[in-house]
């Protein structure tokens, strides 16, 4: 049965588990598919095509999801309606929900965590141009996606929608945690939506240096190169994941099978507005996760990194992992797959650990050649089996975020 919304029951948050996952990506749509890419190192890397996307000359590369397998039951006025994150969010939630068998529990006891803000700019700038229609004003605000996933299924536990850049979704994840930890709901979702990108912020994040530039146009395939010698910025990726999240108690009522366990966790802010990666901002957070979950760094043997392909992040990346003890455990990089999905990130990444946890199996680093740093236990150009006990994964975003998680098996 039940408790009222009023009723607290907390959990300690090594109690906090994976009930669900749903994942839409460029490389794969559905969990099933999504490992088997991972596995096999495939890729969807080319000149990006969706309109809006390029100006003029421009070239940008990238990849994108190809029509989506699987549409929710919306009907087709809701749907026309709809910014292409909207449907990918639903199509993905819809995986998860039915994952964690979530039409079993009281909708007053779920709450959903949207990880990242302004990830409809594509969808604004081509369908409304220079538009003063109502329904702009629905889509500019942050509550748009939200209000259209907790609508669909319903959801009326606390609802809101959460910013840290490309640390969004896995900040997302953390405050869904923290939720079941108070015992305010029995299932928190966090989400990380696809940030659907014009041409405009892409040609703001190259010239930044942030995005990769022009130098593999002729080779779009070997852009993408996170933790390489010849790395030269992220290169963009459409994705969207979601996990379900509650305590043990929560799942065992339902016979649901839990992915693996959060130990602990850490979000810091390193008080600095640019995009410019901090050594001590990143070594805080991987011990302070580390200590949380009471797991000394010898006992993590499975590392999922940022890994941006970031020229200066990639190197600061490694330097705190270093510094941290954690050089031995096996390291791979999901974006040199998935690309970077920018607020899914995080969430993908998850995804990612969990999947591969349940497998026993590690994912290849594609286009890793000639490893920044060679003394790291780089997962190379092929998958290999490997059981997980412990994991850690990374985000970073601009503006001075770093999170961190330790995952641990259920």
Not at 136 to 143: G, I, K
Not at 217 to 232: H, I, N, T
Not at 316 to 331: F, K, N, Q
Not at 355 to 363: V, Y
Request: net charge negative; with cysteine; glycine share 10%.
């Amino acid at each position: 049965m039940s408790l009222p919304p009023y009723c607290m029951r907390t959990c300690k948050p090594g109690d906090v588990l994976v009930s669900g996952v749903g994942v839409t990506s460029a490389i794969g749509q559905g969990r099933e598919d999504f490992l088997s890419a991972l596995f096999e190192g495939r890729h969807a890397f080319g000149v990006l095509k969706r309109t809006g996307r390029q100006e003029g000359d421009t070239c940008f590369i990238g990849a994108e999801i190809e029509a989506l397998q699987t549409l929710p039951g919306v009907d087709e006025q809701r749907m026309r309606g709809m910014s292409f994150s909207a449907e990918v969010a639903l199509a993905t939630l819809t995986e998860a929900w039915q994952d964690a068998a979530l039409d079993q529990v009281d909708p007053e006891r779920i709450s959903l965590v949207v990880g990242g803000s302004n990830f409809q700019q594509r969808f604004l700038a081509t369908s409304m141009p220079g538009s003063a229609r109502p329904s702009y004003a629905l889509h500019f605000m942050d509550t748009d996606l939200s209000g259209v996933c907790s609508e669909h299924f319903g959801i009326r536990g606390g609802v809101h929608t959460i910013g840290a850049a490309s640390a969004s979704g896995q900040l997302a994840v953390i405050q869904a945690a923290q939720a079941i930890v108070l015992g305010g709901v029995d299932a928190a979702i966090a989400l990380g939506p696809v940030m659907d990108l014009s041409h405009r912020e892409c040609r703001a994040f190259r010239s930044l240096g942030a995005m990769g530039s022009d130098r593999f146009a002729d080779a779009p395939d070997q852009a993408c190169r996170p933790f390489d010698l010849a790395r030269d910025g992220f290169i963009f990726g459409e994705a969207c994941a979601v996990v379900v999240l509650e305590s043990e108690e929560s799942a065992a009522r339902r016979s649901v099978r839990p992915y693996g366990r959060l130990r602990g966790w850490s979000a810091r802010s390193d008080g600095n507005r640019n995009p410019n990666p901090s050594l001590d901002g990143e070594m805080r957070v991987i011990r302070e996760a580390l200590a949380n979950a009471e797991v000394p760094a010898r006992s993590i043997n499975y590392i999922n990194p940022h890994g941006s392909g970031s020229v200066l992040g990639d190197r600061i990346e490694l330097e705190a992992l270093a510094g941290c003890g954690l050089s031995h455990a096996p390291i791979n990089a999901t974006k040199a797959l998935t690309g970077h999905g920018l607020a899914s990130a995080g969430i993908v990444e998850i995804v990612a650990t969990l999947l591969q946890m349940r497998a026993e199996r590690l994912h290849p680093t594609r286009n890793l050649e000639r490893p920044l740093n060679a003394s790291f236990a780089w997962v190379g150009q092929h998958s290999v089996a490997h059981r997980i006990s412990h994991a850690l994964s990374l985000s970073f975003g601009f503006g001075g975020i770093n999170t961190a998680l330790c995952l641990g098996q259920p």
